[in-house]
C-alpha cells in the first residue's frame, strides 16, 4: 500500500535518542516509516509497539520479532500497553495529522482534491462521519466546529449556507459541499479556505483534539525519567497543545511551584523547534507545516 517518505524522518527518530534495549512506541504508524528506522537502531532485547486505528495500516506491518502493531486510537496508550506488561517506555513518537495514504484514497474523503461522499474517518468502524456532522449537526454546532477547529472567520455565514441548503436536500459528496459553500471561497484563496473547511470537519469526525488530550495527559506516567518524545505536529491547534503541555504539563493555567518557587513540570525541553529544510518540502509538500518538538522526562 503506498505511503509517502516520512516527514523529518531522521530528526525525529534523532530526538528519541534510542537505546539498543529500549521500548519505544510510535503511536502514528501509517506507512511504518518512523517504526522501521527506528528497529534498525534497536538491538535485539529492544522492543517497539505500533499503534494506528487506521485498518488500512494493518498492511503496512512489520514483520520483525521485536514489533508489535496495535489496531486501536493513540488515546488508548497505557490500556494496550498495560495489556501487554509494558507500564513504562523510554520514548514515544508521534507523527499526528493525516496520513500521506489517507490523502491519495479518493473515496476516503480526506483530500480537497478529489470528489468524494462525506467520510473523513481515520478508524473505518467509527460511527461519526463527515456525512453526519453536514447533515445532522444544529447551526450553533457547525458554526463552533468551523470556528474552533478551521478558524474560520465566516463560521457563522458557512453554517447558516449549509442549514439552508439542507431544507430541501441532503449535502452527500464533496462537490456538493464545495458548492453550497462556494460564495466563501474566493478564487485566489479557495484552497486555502477549503483546506480549513476540511480540517475543521475532519478534526470534529475523528475528536482528534479530544484524543490529543487523552493521549499527551498519560505520557507522564508512560515515560520513563530521562525518556523521550518526538512529536511533529502540522497545525496551529495541535501544535499549540504539545507546546503548552511539554511546558507546564497541563493545557491551560500555571504549574504549582516547589518550596524554592520553582515551577514542578513533568519535560525539559531538548533543542528548540525543528522544521523541514527547504529541499525536504520541495520533495515533499506535506512537509511544509510540520514542526517537531522534542522532551525529556525529569
Not at 529500549?22 to 538491538?43: A, C, M, N, P, Q
Not at 507523527?95 to 480537497?112: I, K, L, P, Y
Not at 519535560?267 to 523541514?276: A, E, H, M, T
Request: charged content about 30%; glycine content about 8%.
Amino acid at each position: 500500500m503506498e505511503y509517502h517518505n516520512p516527514v523529518l524522518l531522521k530528526e525525529t527518530v534523532d530526538g528519541l535518542n534510542i537505546k539498543e534495549d529500549g521500548v519505544y512506541v510510535d503511536v502514528t504508524f501509517g506507512g511504518g516509516g518512523h517504526s522501521r528506522e527506528i528497529l534498525k537502531r534497536l538491538g535485539k532485547k529492544g522492543k517497539l509497539f505500533g499503534f494506528d486505528q487506521d485498518i488500512d495500516a494493518l498492511e503496512n506491518t512489520i514483520d520483525d520479532s521485536r514489533f508489535v502493531l496495535i489496531n486501536e486510537n493513540f488515546r488508548f496508550l497505557k490500556r494496550f500497553l498495560r495489556f501487554y506488561g509494558v507500564k513504562q517506555v523510554d520514548g514515544i513518537l508521534a507523527d499526528f495529522g493525516v496520513s500521506s495514504h489517507q490523502f491519495d484514497v479518493a473515496e476516503r474523503g480526506f483530500s480537497t482534491r478529489f470528489d468524494a461522499d462525506l467520510d473523513m474517518r481515520m478508524n473505518q468502524k467509527s460511527q461519526l462521519s463527515a456525512f453526519q456532522v453536514i447533515n445532522e449537526y444544529d447551526e450553533e454546532q457547525l458554526q463552533n466546529v468551523f470556528f474552533q477547529y478551521g478558524e474560520l472567520r465566516a463560521a457563522r455565514g458557512m453554517a447558516k449556507v449549509i442549514i439552508e441548503f439542507r431544507k430541501n436536500q441532503v449535502i452527500k459528496t464533496s462537490n456538493q459541499l464545495k458548492q453550497v459553500l462556494k460564495k466563501f471561497l474566493p478564487p485566489r484563496h479557495e484552497n486555502k479556505v477549503l483546506a480549513q473547511i476540511y480540517q475543521a470537519i475532519r478534526i470534529e469526525v475523528n475528536q482528534e483534539i479530544e484524543a490529543l488530550k487523552e493521549f499527551l495527559e498519560q505520557t507522564p506516567e508512560v515515560l520513563k525519567t530521562g525518556g523521550r518524545l518526538s512529536f511533529i505536529s502540522y497545525h496551529s491547534l495541535e501544535d499549540r497543545l504539545v507546546k503548552r503541555f511539554i511546558r507546564n504539563g497541563m493545557f491551560e493555567g500555571e504549574p504549582e511551584r516547589d518550596m524554592y518557587g520553582n515551577f514542578e513540570v513533568p519535560f525539559k525541553k531538548i533543542n528548540g523547534l525543528i522544521v523541514p529544510s527547504k529541499e525536504e518540502i520541495k520533495e515533499n509538500s506535506r512537509a511544509r507545516s510540520a514542526k517537531l518538538r522534542v522532551a525529556e522526562k525529569l
